[in-house]
T-cell receptor, first 116, second 109 residues
Framework: GAVVSQHPSRVICKSGTSVKIECRSLDFQATTMFWYRQFPKQSLMLMATSNEGSKATYEQGVEKDKFLINHASLTLSTLTVTSAHPEDSSFYIC????????????FGPGTRLTVL | RKEVEQDPGPFNVPEGATVAFNCTYSNSASQSFFWYRQDCRKEPKLLMSVYSSGNEDGRFTAQLNRASQYISLLIRDSKLSDSATYLCVVRGGSYIPTFGRGTSLIVHP
């Protein structure tokens, strides 16, 4: 099956710092990657859709200057949480969508961010 | 009205029971439908796609009712390991998925 990795799996940082999260599709090319955020006992909330070589499309209410997304290649997308605050503490999950017809998507294992 | 709605539960059932979840969606143009399973503090994993004709995979049966705009998941002979949150996912022509809040299932001995 297709594999998506995410790094780091867990990060604790001080308020005001920036954190970069990487999402890689290891054995397939992904023209589209999605970034989600999930708070405890809540559903996954789509933050942005990232297409290789173009600017990400952000969902309403998600600040593009705070959550910087770069999708530089068909196998790598990064999410940078800039000037993190405690309310940014959450579980961030990426998913990568295959190029093939069915466009199946595969999730990374997630990154748990804690901002002190 | 939310795009994808699920009863959050929890559904608390004994081993061996049959349990069913429903999920309603608001966009009649939705094209593909999925059930994902998410364990606590883990990423979602695809359980099964839902086809118009319905599909079955072992103890799991998924059905789609386009007229009433809902999909269902039936789990027969529940196992302790089935305890998880089951997420309904709906996708339109843009291939951007919309997740339901999830239904929590607890299977007890």
């Amino acid at each position: 099956g297709a594999v998506v990795s995410q790094h780091p799996s867990r990060v604790i940082c001080k308020s005001g710092t920036s954190v970069k999260i990487e999402c890689r599709s290891l054995d397939f090319q992904a023209t589209t990657m999605f970034w989600y955020r999930q708070f405890p006992k809540q559903s996954l909330m789509l933050m942005a859709t990232s297409n290789e070589g173009s600017k990400a499309t952000y969902e309403q209410g998600v600040e593009k200057d705070k959550f910087l997304i770069n999708h530089a290649s068909l196998t790598l997308s990064t999410l940078t949480v800039t000037s993190a605050h405690p309310e940014d503490s959450s579980f961030y999950i990426c998913s990568a969508q295959k190029r093939e017809v069915d466009r199946e998507q595969f999730f990374g294992p997630g990154t748990r961010l804690t901002v002190l | 009205r939310k795009e994808v709605e699920q009863d959050p539960g929890p559904f608390n059932v004994p081993e061996g029971a049959t349990v069913a979840f429903n999920c309603t969606y608001s966009n009649s143009a939705s094209q593909s439908f999925f059930w994902y399973r998410q364990d606590c503090r883990k990423e979602p994993k695809l359980l099964m796609s839902v086809y118009s004709s319905g599909n079955e995979d072992g103890r799991f049966t998924a059905q789609l009712n386009r007229a009433s705009q809902y999909i269902s998941l039936l789990i027969r002979d529940s196992k302790l390991s089935d305890s998880a949150t089951y997420l309904c996912v709906v996708r339109g022509g843009s291939y951007i998925p919309t997740f339901g809040r999830g239904t929590s299932l607890i299977v007890h001995p």
